[in-house]
């Protein structure tokens, strides 16, 4: 089983602001085989980032994501305030499974 | 427009039943993977099952091997979850959701549905 760890656990970020979220794998993830998700209170995740560096359909450009390996990041360039959720990492070079989760609030 | 909607979630009794279903429209069913994912309350997600497009494989976390199964009824464009000998810590929402691509048996999730509560207690 691949273990994922996101950190930090939360993410105490202004408006306007970079925001950095790590996700380290317990195992290399096979062809980069890694997702990012956004989830806010009440509602399903919302796929950002596919393959570790590929945007879905819809996904501003402010996200981005990079990576290889074992060692995941996703990077929000300027946060609005549409962008304070919890945000999970999920790999599925071997199986599936997810992290779990960090916060980014203000 | 992708939907998928869920029903079939309620409160239960320890050792009891639920069968879950998920209705999509706006994409042709039978070519995608399908999967459910669950989230108990407070917590992160957790990946539960995953079908092959025809049916014919079918994929399990640990935790619920030998106690749910995933099937499909392509021709309804539907999606199920039948669990049995539900514990405590079945507790959670649980969502259906596409594999984002028509091949790959492990994938993301691109669309996902609104969630359905189901509640294991006495």
């Known amino acids: 089983e691949v273990v994922l760890t996101q950190s930090p656990g939360t993410l105490s970020l202004s408006p306007g602001e970079r925001a950095t979220l790590y996700c380290r794998a317990s195992q290399t993830i096979s062809s980069s085989y890694l997702g990012w998700y956004q989830q806010k209170p009440g509602q399903a995740p919302r796929l950002l980032i596919y393959r570790a560096s590929n945007r879905a359909a819809g996904t501003p450009d402010r996200f981005s994501g990079s990576g290889s390996g074992t060692d995941f990041t996703l990077t929000i360039s300027r946060l609005e305030a549409e962008d304070f959720a919890v945000y999970y990492c999920q790999q599925y070079g071997n199986s599936l499974s997810f992290g779990g989760g960090t916060k980014v609030g203000i | 427009e992708v939907q998928l909607v869920e029903s079939g979630g309620g409160l239960v009794q320890p050792g009891g039943s639920l069968r879950l279903s998920c209705e999509v429209s706006?994409?042709?069913?039978?070519?995608?993977?399908m999967g459910w994912v669950r989230q108990a309350p407070g917590k992160g997600l957790e990946w539960v099952a995953t079908?092959?497009?025809?049916?014919?494989?079918?994929y399990y976390v640990d935790s619920v091997e030998g106690r749910f199964t995933i099937s499909r009824d392509n021709a309804k464009n539907s999606l199920y979850l039948q669990m049995n000998s539900l514990r405590g810590e079945d507790t959670a929402v649980y969502y259906c959701?596409?594999?984002?691509?028509?091949?790959?048996?492990?994938?993301?999730?691109?669309?996902w549905g609104q969630g359905t509560m189901v509640t294991v207690s006495s």
């Open positions: 079908i092959k497009y025809d049916g014919s494989g079918k």
């Open positions: 706006g994409f042709t069913f039978r070519n995608y993977w």
């Open positions: 959701a596409r594999g984002r691509s028509d091949f790959l048996r492990w994938d993301v999730f691109d669309f």
